[in-house]
């Protein structure tokens, strides 16, 4: 066949089209023979890409460099033909290989096809974003991948149309970027993916969403899944038309080449130049090989659906195709199968052996190890017998040698041998490469990280003035709106009003509504509106209205932000910071402090709880000048209490992880945070007219947790300590106890019973005996103190109830 020919409707060369042929027969291969390294046990688990081949040859056509990619697992095709991962690569992350040298995108710490691109070098910098093609880091819970996708679409609309961000030219070129997101039709369900579609219609920014549509999420089919069994009929009202702007929204087959080209082609000029969001529903695709290794399609699919499916896999009409236009002959089309199942084989017996030679250099050490010990103190059966288990093992892992190892140690726990010190010695080792391998970038490791920001001090003068706590936050984000124009802030009333407690009053008007910004109510993607922008290089502080509804945003905070950096071993960042108020003020979801819950689903992002509003300013300076995510959680009630503003307030910062002994004490130290610093504050006011002298520490951030063990120190002078806070019985203020009893092992100072005094199980009631009544009070803190002498000294504290 004549190579140069061209095919006229999508302007397409037959070279082009036969080189497109080649990339879907590798990535059928490597799903075929990806399936078949997991059954043969080499491999835990797989989910695979067959079926949706074309599609994603179509969509890399028309992904550009500056481009994002916010998608799912089935995208391994595109990400191929774009050359974001090498055949290899992809069987590197199906062994789970720790070495990112080798498994690129996450180190073997995510499950194959969990797809991403390093945006940030060895040191944490970032990369020039505008020289490659991106691929932000893939998870796991369905449609999770849409909120972060609006965010990295509104940076090209922030980078096009904020002058003052012109200059940023690693991050963008004028705008022009798409960020592309994929999204299976099952997944369409979730409510984020219709929060996100919506806000991106609302903000009209160039993000394309492609639903891979093969009629079945797992077993349930689009019947069950979605209102006509039709997403884009759904989607229909989001159509923009000549008097409204909003989204486009068009369908395509997914097994019919040439108009996948041509909608990708037509629609990428739209979404691109226009920055208009567009959802490209591509459906008739199949699934040959079933929904992932767990189980068989066969058992809910019909004959006919299974039937269909083979007649309409997009590769075998595009040969067909092939073969009717006459671009090549059925010998041609073989050769080219041949050699990619060739190069697919070629490359997975090399991603094995690579990753195999670490397993296997640990298995032969401690085969050495065990012969060592044998000789010397054996020969044992249980070591003999350990030793011929781990050379018959086909599959080793690296566990099996540190286990047989660590139970060798038992056999000879009461001998001492050379060999016995050596393989203490290789097990620390190993347990030092092992944290390394799997847990390392749980926060950032980079020069830039929060607990490297210089300390300084705020100072104040005669001058210095006596305001309200909002005017101190207002200074704060005034002075660094004009510092640093890559700093914007957007929620729920922040544009206009400035937030509902005014901290950002005015500051729409002076530095204009790209900077200081209205949204939607839409919490989980006021969280991705940030994580992209970060991700994009800016530095977003997104706002939850009150902390009480960061529940809304959990999930995306928890498995994408959270995450982000240990889950790509440090090569993607999100410098996000989270502005959220809460503690005491009104009723059952208004006084909301469930750092229990945060704690809990957020390691990851840095937890801030200051106990008014100079502090949160000094955080606010600290975690801007750093590349690490953080929640601040301001407290409600202190908006309106005068605090003395520093005289440094645009340069002080506060550190992280550093309590602060606010009154000193002798008999009880007193640990606790945010709004119930104030009460703690003033019952040991009350306590010291009783002769009680209760010590009160602010831990500050609770996250991470008083480094320089200050509360240690504390509990070494009074032997007794109380935990206090507002959440439930057991959340925070039993991590913090868990820290300082038993990580700082304050435990062995202890003269009294360690307590914790906390909120009621229940919400806070509403009104002023509501709140009474459900949080910690003043009386609370005093009774709970006063008992705690009362024990230890009945005389000298009698008995008051
Ligand atoms: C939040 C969440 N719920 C359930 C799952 C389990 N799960 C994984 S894939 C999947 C089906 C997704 O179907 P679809 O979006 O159509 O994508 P497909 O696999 O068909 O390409 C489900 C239910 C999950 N990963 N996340
Ligand atoms: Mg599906």
């Known amino acids: 066949m004549d190579s140069t020919k061209v095919l006229k409707e999508i302007d397409i060369s037959v070279e082009e089209i036969l080189s497109d042929y080649r990339i879907a027969m590798i990535s059928r291969h490597a799903s075929l023979l990806g399936r078949k390294e997991v059954f043969t046990g080499k491999a835990k688990f797989g989910i695979f890409g067959d079926g949706k081949e074309l599609c994603q040859i179509a969509m890399a056509k028309a992904f550009r460099k500056g481009d994002f990619r916010s998608g799912y697992y089935r995208d391994q095709t595109l990400m191929m033909a774009i050359g974001a991962v090498t055949v290899q690569q992809f069987f590197a992350q199906l062994y789970a290989h720790t070495d990112l040298e080798y498994e690129v995108m996450s180190g073997g710490r995510m499950m194959n096809g969990h797809f991403s691109t390093h945006l940030l070098d060895e040191n944490g910098q970032w990369l020039r974003h505008t020289d490659m093609l991106n691929s932000t880091s893939d998870v796991s819970p369905t449609a999770a991948q849409m909120p972060r996708l609006v965010g990295l679409a509104y940076a090209s609309k922030l980078y096009r149309a904020n002058p003052q961000l012109k200059g940023f030219k690693d991050f963008s070129i004028n705008g022009n970027e798409i960020a592309y997101g994929t999204i299976g039709n099952g997944a369409t369900s979730e409510g984020i993916f219709f929060e996100a579609i919506n806000a991106a219609g609302v903000l009209q920014i160039p993000m394309m969403v492609a639903v891979w549509d093969d009629e079945y999420g797992i077993s349930v089919p689009n019947e069950l899944h979605t209102t006509k069994g039709d997403i884009s009929k759904v989607l229909e009202g989001f159509q923009r038309n000549g008097k409204e702007k909003g989204i486009e929204v068009v369908k395509v087959h997914g097994w019919d080449y040439t108009a996948l080209i041509e909608t990708f082609r037509k629609y990428e000029k739209i979404c691109r130049e226009e920055h208009v969001p567009v959802v490209v529903h591509v459906d008739e695709l199949t699934q040959p090989q079933g929904h992932s290794t767990s189980g068989s399609h066969e058992r809910y699919k019909s004959k006919e659906r299974l039937e269909w499916e083979k007649e309409y896999d997009c590769i075998k009409k595009f040969r067909e195709w092939i073969l009717e236009n006459e671009f090549a002959h059925q010998g041609q089309l073989d050769g080219i199968e041949a050699e990619a199942i060739k190069h697919v084989r070629e490359s997975k017996n090399r991603a094995w052996k690579d990753y195999f030679q670490v397993v296997d250099k640990d298995r032969k050490d401690g085969l050495a190890l065990l012969d060592q010990i044998n000789a010397e103190s054996g020969p044992h059966d249980e070591v003999t017998k350990l030793r011929s288990e781990l050379q018959a093992n086909p599959t080793p892992l690296k566990l099996d040698t540190i286990k047989a190892l660590k139970f060798t140690l038992r056999i000879f726990k009461n001998e001492q041998s050379k060999a016995k010190t050596k393989i203490q010695e290789w097990l620390r080792e190993r347990d030092k490469r092992n944290q390394k391998d799997y847990s390392t970038h749980v926060y950032s490791e980079s020069v830039d990280s929060a607990l490297k920001v210089p300390v300084v001090n705020p100072t104040?003068?005669?001058?210095?003035?006596?305001?309200?706590?909002?005017?101190?936050?207002?200074?704060?984000?005034?002075?660094?709106?004009?510092?640093?124009?890559?700093?914007?802030?957007?929620?729920?009333?922040?544009?206009?009003?400035?937030?509902?407690?005014?901290?950002?009053?005015?500051?729409?008007?002076?530095?204009?509504?790209?900077?200081?910004?209205?949204?939607?109510?839409?919490?989980?993607?006021?969280?991705?509106?940030?994580?992209?922008?970060?991700?994009?290089?800016?530095?977003?502080?997104?706002?939850?209205?009150?902390?009480?509804?960061?529940?809304?945003?959990?999930?995306?905070?928890?498995?994408d932000l959270a995450c982000l950096q240990y889950r790509t071993v440090g090569r993607q960042k999100a410098p996000l910071i989270i502005r959220t108020r809460g503690h005491r003020l009104e009723g059952v979801w208004h006084s909301g402090s469930p750092l229990g819950m945060i704690l809990g689903s957020m390691r990851g992002i840095y937890v801030i709880v200051p106990r008014n509003m100079t502090q949160a300013a000094g955080f606010y300076n600290t975690i801007l000048r750093s590349d690490d995510p953080a929640l601040i959680i301001e407290c409600l009630k202190g908006y309106r209490l005068k605090e003395k503003i520093p005289d440094n307030l645009v340069e002080f910062t506060v550190p992280l992880g550093v309590p602060e002994v606010l009154k000193q004490g002798t008999d009880i130290t007193l640990v606790t945070y945010g709004a119930m610093v104030n009460v703690a504050l003033t019952a040991a006011e009350q306590l010291e007219e009783h002769g009680v002298s209760l010590e009160v520490i602010d831990v500050q951030t609770l996250v991470p947790f008083d480094l320089p063990k200050i509360i240690l120190k504390s509990i070494k002078k009074t032997n007794r300590v109380i935990f206090a806070d507002e959440d439930v019985p057991g959340g925070a203020s039993a991590y913090m106890m868990q820290h300082v009893l038993n990580i700082q092992n304050a435990y062995q100072y202890l003269d009294s019973k360690p307590i914790t005094v906390s909120s009621k199980e229940h919400r806070p009631a509403y009104g002023s005996d509501g709140d009474y009544f459900s949080k910690p009070n003043e009386e609370d803190i005093f009774d709970f103190s006063y008992q705690m002498m009362h024990e230890f000294d009945p005389v000298k504290y009698p008995a008051i109830y």
């Open 460 to 559: 104040y003068s005669s001058k210095s003035k006596l305001v309200d706590g909002r005017e101190v936050l207002q200074a704060c984000f005034d002075a660094n709106l004009a510092r640093d124009p890559r700093i914007l802030a957007f929620g729920e009333d922040v544009g206009k009003i400035g937030d509902v407690n005014q901290a950002f009053a005015g500051l729409q008007k002076k530095y204009g509504d790209l900077r200081v910004t209205d949204t939607s109510i839409r919490e989980t993607t006021i969280i991705g509106q940030g994580i992209g922008l970060a991700l994009r290089g800016l530095r977003p502080i997104a706002e939850i209205q009150y902390v009480d509804y960061l529940i809304y945003a959990i999930q995306t905070l928890s498995d």
